[in-house]
Structure formats: structure tokens, C-alpha cells
């Protein structure tokens, strides 16, 4: 990127706006205020040029040659708004990037301990539902050993979507309170 702190010259919008732009142009003409948009979303310099590319690598695929220019920067700045939508998807959805260094490698530990069988699973699972008050036991089963959708389950309950997922929530807490040190 350049080191332009922002400000476009007058030079660079001297065509007139109706003349269709090709794509060095528009290169020419947006890549720095295209920086300057991941710039001040991302914080970070390698992820605006990642980011920058990608928006340029869509424009040299769909770039209309018919296209004004006035056309082109908002389309240019839609695709730039879609690409850091999809950059913070990975990012989210990813979790965060560490590096893994020796220091960090030696620090990992072992996974716990699963149950051995499922005849021990199958009764842990009995033991709790056992433990729980009828209307959580209820939606866990509903839930999770029938399948049924939160629709189903509050049907079934004669409740509300939403009170279903309350109760749910609190039947999965109340399950966990019950099993914790035990796996």
C-alpha cells in the first residue's frame, strides 16, 4: 500500500463521471481509500492488504465495463463491506490464530479421562435424569434422546418457544451442577 495518509489529490477524479473506468483505473483510483476502510476495521495492516486484494480480485472478475464511475466506487465499497462481513465470519468462527511454539506445546494437557463404556454413559445419564426435577428431566429427554425441535418440545410442554429454551438452559445447568467431578 502507499504511505498516502488519505487524502486524494484532485488529479486522481479529473475523468468525468460518466466515462466507464477500466480496471487499473479503479485500482488506481480506490485501492487507497479501500486500505484505509480495512485499515480502520481490521487494526492491523496485513489483514486491510489481505482484505484489499480480495476486493480487487472480485472487481477484476465482475467489473462492468459499462459501469460509471460514481457506480463503481459504491459497488466497490458494497464488496469491501461484504469481504470484512466474511473476514470477521472466519475470524469468529475460527477463533483467534495463536502460534504454536515449543513453550506453548509443553504447556498442553492431556485430554480428561472419557467413561470407558457406554453402560457406564447410559447410566450416568439415568443417575441424572433420576436426579432432576420432572419438568427439566422432561425437556432434556424431549430434547436430546427424542430429537424433537424446541417447536416439538414446547408443544409437547404446553409452553412458549422461548420458556422451553429457559427451561432448557436451566435443566442443562441444573445436569451439569450434578455431574460436575464426575466425568
Not at 429454551?165 to 467431578?181: D, P, Y
Request: no cysteine.
Amino acid at each position: 500500500m502507499t504511505d498516502a495518509v488519505g487524502i486524494m489529490t484532485s488529479a486522481m477524479w479529473r475523468a468525468p463521471l460518466n466515462e466507464p473506468p477500466g480496471l487499473e483505473d479503479v485500482f488506481s483510483r480506490f485501492v487507497d481509500p479501500v486500505y484505509r476502510f480495512f485499515y480502520s476495521h481490521v487494526g492491523n495492516r496485513e489483514d486491510a492488504e489481505d482484505l484489499t486484494s480480495e476486493v480487487f480480485l472480485k472487481a477484476a472478475r465482475q467489473l462492468e465495463s459499462e459501469r460509471a464511475e460514481a457506480s463503481v466506487a459504491k459497488w466497490l465499497f458494497t464488496v469491501a463491506r461484504t469481504v470484512l462481513a466474511d473476514h470477521w465470519r472466519r475470524h469468529y468462527r475460527g477463533g483467534g490464530v495463536v502460534p504454536l511454539d515449543d513453550d506453548r506445546a509443553s504447556r498442553i494437557s492431556e485430554p480428561p479421562p472419557r467413561l470407558e463404556t457406554s453402560e457406564s454413559n447410559s447410566r450416568l445419564v439415568e443417575e441424572v435424569l433420576g436426579s432432576l426435577p420432572d419438568r427439566y428431566r422432561v425437556v432434556l429427554e424431549l430434547r436430546f434422546l427424542r430429537g424433537y425441535s424446541i417447536q416439538e418440545t414446547a408443544r409437547e410442554l404446553g409452553v412458549t418457544p422461548e420458556n422451553a429454551k429457559v427451561i432448557q438452559h436451566r435443566a442443562l445447568a441444573k445436569a451439569a451442577q450434578l455431574t460436575e467431578g464426575r466425568l
